[in-house]
């Protein structure tokens, strides 16, 4: 009897041993994360705005697809289909634009949520995807211009102002008053549309914009500059804005934004057009368009300027020192390149790097007084100091339209015209072809605006080209009619960042 029992305990000893180890590994199994994520794409199914997007899902959990799961998807705007699934992981819907604009789609699944935002253009190109918004940190309230990227895809930099942008350009006619042959800002927060001339939009402190200088900021409200030129100007008006670099994350998003300006305490300085060359010491050269009101190189408007900055760290352009809310000195950390001479408008320079990395040419626009294109070549020596010769290119490029903001690979010569981003292929043998028509191909439109009404796109411009994972992407900033002013005629405008991938 004793051995019976003594088998009997034994045995549910054994099967308490089992069960306990089975409940550690359904535990263990329950401490397993999981892991869901959803990548978007987008593909085009004509090239003009009426036409259709594919939504593309892609789902997976720990790295393996997710098959026969529902995801949910919405769009502010514009019709949505069911979705359906195409196997391996692999979901899609249809979005049917109402018109040209921006298409906000959210996709999620369990716990997993992830938003993109379509931008439907006029007309796009053969042989180029569908373009959205840059994902990350950049595109906020405020505005956006400047769109650069790095030729490895890596960094974002945008010129930013937590402002309206059409108070910059309407100004004057918000604020005219009769014996002012500009405007008066002392009585122009009661006329119509005065809140784009002196109301801040958009964020101006960390995280987003970390450092943004605030010395003509006061209670959300832009101070402006306290002088008076008799005749001219009661006040004079002051939109400060900084260059930002935002980093790729490896989701895809710019983050961990920096800042490159001057160390200027009211962001008076205004430089714009940014340019690089990467190089193996971890060193980047630079070129940017800026006027210089302590040194006249032949004017008072921009010049082409060069100096060094390490990417993804604050980058300090020079110092600047008030009388009141006068300049008292500018001394700054980057230098004139050295081209044969400065007068007229240089503007929004491009760096051209040979196969050898080495710089061979700085394509330069002026959209102040030609609206026309230049190109200035290196005949001898190095950037920035050889020397240079200037080049007016032809009136293949140069036509009877507004000509701006070029960006050239060695094959192409990317271009702003008019509402529109465009590019010539160039057919020449050597930089010394560069001012004849016969090197140049018939005009490509790669990206077409020109809408005019609210919440729809008016213009592209900017671009930049980027070679990221094998593949070739188009950056630049699109222009957004955001709402009408309280006067018929005037519109808010909004400026962002957007890509498209170049199928060459």
């Avoid at 964020?203 to 832009?222: C, H, M, Q, V, W």
Wanted: charged share 25%; proline share 5%.
């Amino acid at each position: 009897m004793k051995k019976i029992i003594l088998i009997l305990l034994l045995l549910l000893n054994i099967i308490s041993c089992d069960s306990e180890n089975n409940s550690e590994t359904v535990q263990n199994d329950e401490d397993i994360i999981k892991e869901i994520s959803i990548v978007l794409n987008f593909n085009r199914t004509g090239k003009l705005y009426t036409d259709p997007v594919e939504i593309e899902m892609e789902l997976k959990e720990n790295e393996v697809a997710l098959t026969g799961v529902s995801p949910q998807i919405s769009a502010e705007k514009g019709s949505l289909s069911e979705i359906k699934e195409k196997g391996n992981g692999i979901y899609s819907a249809i979005l049917t634009p109402e018109k040209t604009g921006i298409y906000p789609v959210t996709v999620s699944y369990e716990n997993k949520s992830v938003t993109r935002k379509i931008l439907v253009v006029r007309e796009l190109m053969e042989g180029v995807s569908q373009p959205i918004l840059v994902p990350g940190m950049i595109n906020s309230e405020g505005y956006e211009d400047g769109i650069t990227i790095t030729p490895d895809g890596n960094y974002l930099f945008i010129q930013y102002g937590p402002l309206y942008f059409s108070g910059i350009f309407l100004c004057s006619e918000i604020c005219a008053e009769e014996g002012w042959s500009m405007y008066n800002l002392k009585s122009c927060e009661e006329k119509d549309d005065s809140k784009w001339v002196f109301d801040t939009i958009g964020p101006y402190s960390a995280p987003l914009r970390p450092d943004f200088p605030t010395g003509a900021i006061e209670n959300g409200k832009l101070t402006h500059i306290d002088i008076t030129i008799d005749g001219v100007a009661n006040k004079i008006a002051l939109f400060p804005t900084v260059f930002y670099g935002f980093k790729r994350d490896e989701n895809g998003e710019f983050t961990n934004p920096f800042k490159v300006s001057f160390n200027d305490a009211r962001g008076t300085n205004g430089p714009f057009g940014l340019s690089f060359r990467t190089r193996e010491d971890g060193i980047t050269d630079f070129t940017v368009a800026w006027n210089n009101y302590f040194e006249d190189l032949g004017d008072d408007k921009p010049d082409i300027y060069s100096g060094t900055m390490k990417l993804g760290e604050n980058t300090n352009l020079g110092d600047v020192a008030y009388n009141g809310d006068m300049f008292a000195s500018i001394k700054p950390n980057v230098k004139p390149v050295n081209f044969p001479s400065h007068d007229g408008v240089q503007g929004n320079p491009s760096l051209y790097n040979n196969e050898n990395g080495k710089i061979t040419s700085i394509w330069t626009d002026d959209e102040q007084v030609t609206h026309d294109i230049s190109v200035y070549i290196l005949k001898s020596g190095s950037y920035p100091d050889g020397e240079w010769e200037k080049l007016v290119l032809p009136s293949k490029i140069n036509t009877e339209a507004s000509e701006s903001q070029p960006y050239f690979t060695g094959k192409r010569l990317y271009l702003n015209r008019d509402t529109h981003i465009s590019y010539h292929e160039y057919l020449g043998i050597s930089p010394e072809d560069y001012d004849k028509d016969s090197s140049w191909g018939d005009e490509v439109t790669v990206i077409k605006g020109g809408d005019f009404e609210v919440g729809t796109i008016y213009g592209m411009g900017e671009p930049t080209i980027a070679n990221y994972n094998g593949k070739t992407y188009l950056y630049f900033a699109y222009v957004e009619i955001r709402s009408p002013g309280e006067t018929a005629g005037r519109y808010d405008l909004d400026l962002g960042a957007a890509f498209l991938e170049i199928k060459e």
